[in-house]
């Protein structure tokens, strides 16, 4: 009874404090991204070797000169590594890009136009939600060959439907508010209602989605690209990386770890942040 | 009922028709003519046009599509450019490996995610349940594959416990063996779906345990045990199904990716050198069937949860 009592007085306080500061996960998750953001940025500029540069020695350990090791082949590791970052953003980015652009679009025509093409198109997504994202990509690959940007492209399609079917259930919601019903009566255009009253409602709940998809079309692309489906060398992904490594794990393991954790941080990062959204935006799901 | 299960078959059968059109016109409209799989390089332009005529390539391709589509109606899904083997038998002996793989490590990751997802809820206020959160964080972006590599290189090359790569020669009439091959992949996948299976779990039991009808049953003398076991179970259950549905078709793309990391001959290695050796019809038959097994999943999960939630069953027209 007293421990009952304790939960239901946890519960109270919690109600009455809604503070809006930025929450821990945000700022872990900002920080994981910042390191991988960071690191892509400086491969622009200095990179410790010519990543594709063959020399001192094969699947040697990490040392002064090579800070992991060399690969099967004796080039850099830690040099493709910071290749491989630029090749996981711009996949996470690219087909976020894609899915964002054309999704919102696709879902702010179902919600706003007349019920069959409404009904027509939600046929659609259900169906391209259906169709698994990495067979999708699978198909892309197989039909315009491997390359990044056949990956981006098949991931950001896949994007497309979720965060169109979003959108739509949405942005329907949003339009059948009274707010909107004052809007239109008072003379407010279709575009006038999307900027003003729909995406500023829509876009902390797509926010979040976006994050949450970034990461997955990260993990995506590497799986393509572990499966020898993603972008050829020279521009080595990290799942390729971990592909070349498999085979020598037990005498390079650093080779077959380090792809890895770069993949881990960056997910973990970005789903952080997207948790850290949602506790921002939802106070309601704080202890969550 | 009887409509619902007509409407939801309707689904299937459209969805899986769109599915086998989209893949038919992205393999053929693009540029590129498959007969170049089936001959070397350099071939004359008569083994070309021979080539062509071999696979039917040399038809307009609206006659392309109705003949295709005709014998995939028949349950004839041709035979492979490479092999030259019937596509439909070898997806059966593929399914063979893919389909246990996929259901015993989905099978250990509920059994997994259901206690500990519980003990998560149940402490979430605690250090107990941060801990849950932050392992369950690092489980949803381990990527799947590379789960598989570590633990190959733990258990097979490390410790030597078990079989890195493979499957014995015998294939299921050996079943011993068999599962001893199939204990890496199993874990592999089960150890990263447990991970997001918990998170659904713990909100879900969330949701129940901050429930009014749960406190309700506690006010009136009722243990915790007791108010969950009776009262808050099925509640549990219902939103959990769905989401079941969903993650059983991640297993079975899991373990399409899976496969390759233990060479394991399923539909996820068959399917990749089908891509890399342009093995339309290969490529097709995997495709479909993988598409036509989530779709199927995805039916049950709606079934089962309108049969769970009899606030649902006035859905079931």
Redesign the interface.
Known sequence: MTQ?AAE?R??VTDRRAPRRRIPLTALVGAILLGIVVVVALVSFIYLPYPPQQIGGGRLTGPSAAHWLGTDALGRDLASQLMVGARIALAAGAGATLIGAVLGVILGLVAAFTQRWIDDGLAAIL??LI???S??LA???????G?TLTSAIIALGLAMTAVVARLTRIYTKRILSSQYVTAARTSGTGVFGIIGRHVLPNLWPTLAVILALQF?LAV?AE??LS????GAPPPNASW?SL?RD??AT??TA?VG??A??VA??IL??GT??VA?GLRELFDPTRR?? | MLAYVLRRAV?LV??LA??AV??FV??RL?PGDPANALTSVGATPEQIAAARRAIGSDQPLPQQFVTWFGSMVRFDMGTSFISGLEVGPELLQRLSVTLPLTLIAFAVAILIAGPVGFVAARY??SWVGLVFSAVA??G???????VG??L??GFS??WRLLPPSGIPTDGWSDPAGMLRFLVLPVATIAIVMSASLTRYVR?AC?DVI?SGYL?NF??LGASFGSAFWHHGVKSVAVPLTSVLGIEL??TF?GA??VE??FALPGLGSL??T???Q?DYPT?QGV?LI??LL??IV?FLADFTQKMLDPRLRGTLI
């Open positions: 009952l239901r946890d519960t259900d169906i259906a169709f698994p990495l067979l699978m198909l892309v690959v197989a039909a315009r491997a990461g993990l590497a799986s572990y499966l020898g489906l799942g971990l490594a498999q794990v037990y393991p077959a770890i792809p890895g993949l881990v997910v973990l789903n952080l948790d202890q969550r | 689904f459209v969805s769109a599915a989209l893949t992205l393999l693009l979430s206020r964080q690092f949803i972006a381990v990527p799947v594959f590379w590599i570590l190959v290189w090359l490390g909100s969330l901050g406190t506690r006010a078709a991640t793309l399409v990716v390759n990391v399917i990749v089908g891509i890399a342009h490529i495709l993988t598409t989530v779709l995805g």
